[in-house]
Structure formats: structure tokens, C-alpha cells
């Protein structure tokens, strides 16, 4: 009786924490993820397999959220991702320096006025 209590009291706990067979899966592999995540993704694949799961997890988030962008504003992104690309090397060492330096209000005050805002205006 006392063994059948604790595997009830158990089972709810795993219930209400959320221990369910999905949320112990593990993060797709590369085959496993759809088309358009594929797509978005591509850059990672040949090393999607040696990602850690919470990466693999946060790539595919944010692949849900690139999808979810209007044409407009991933075109408008994608040009600002070509010319920090294009920067030199030591030019964007230097970028990236500030940026880290800066505090999160800063940083999110630097995005509210980068070009692509004009064409984006729902991107933080």
C-alpha cells in the first residue's frame, strides 16, 4: 500500500513538473528537422550533430522566429548581416568588443535605431 502511495505521489510530481516523453526527447537531428528549418539552418549542418542540445534547441527557436518575420525585414536583416560580414576582420573584432561592453539597456537602445528598423520596425 505504502509502495503504491510513493508511486502515485511520483507520478504526479513528474506530471506537474512537466516530465513528459516530449520533454525529455532530445532535439531533432539534422534529418529529422523540417524543410524550411533546414533552410534557415544550413550553415550549421555539418556540425549540427556536435552541437550541445539546449544549442541545437535555441537554433530551432529561432529558426520558428526568422519564419514568423515578414519577407521584408529578413531581406533588411540579411543585408545588415552582408555588410558586418563584409567588414574587416579587425573592424568587427572592435564591434564586437563594444558590444559586449555595453549594458542591456544600451544595446537595446542601439538596435531600436539600426537601419534596418525602418523596414523592420517589430525587431527589438
Not at 529578413?74 to 558586418?84: H, K, P, Q
Not at 537602445?109 to 525602418?118: D, G, L
Amino acid at each position: 500500500m505504502k509502495a503504491a502511495k510513493h508511486l502515485m505521489l511520483a507520478s504526479g510530481l513528474l506530471a506537474v513538473l512537466g516530465f513528459s516523453s516530449l520533454a525529455l526527447a532530445a532535439p531533432p537531428s539534422w534529418d529529422e528537422l523540417a524543410p524550411q528549418h533546414q533552410e534557415v539552418l544550413s550553415t550549421f549542418q555539418n556540425d549540427w550533430d556536435t552541437l550541445s542540445p539546449e544549442r541545437r534547441e535555441k537554433l530551432v527557436r529561432r529558426a520558428d522566429s526568422w519564419q514568423q518575420l515578414p519577407p521584408d525585414c529578413r531581406e533588411a536583416l540579411r543585408d545588415r548581416w552582408r555588410e558586418l560580414r563584409d567588414l574587416p576582420p579587425e573592424v568587427r573584432a572592435s564591434l564586437r568588443q563594444r558590444w559586449q561592453a555595453m549594458s542591456p539597456d544600451e544595446r537595446r537602445e542601439a538596435m531600436q535605431s539600426r537601419p534596418h528598423k525602418v523596414r523592420c520596425p517589430q525587431n527589438n
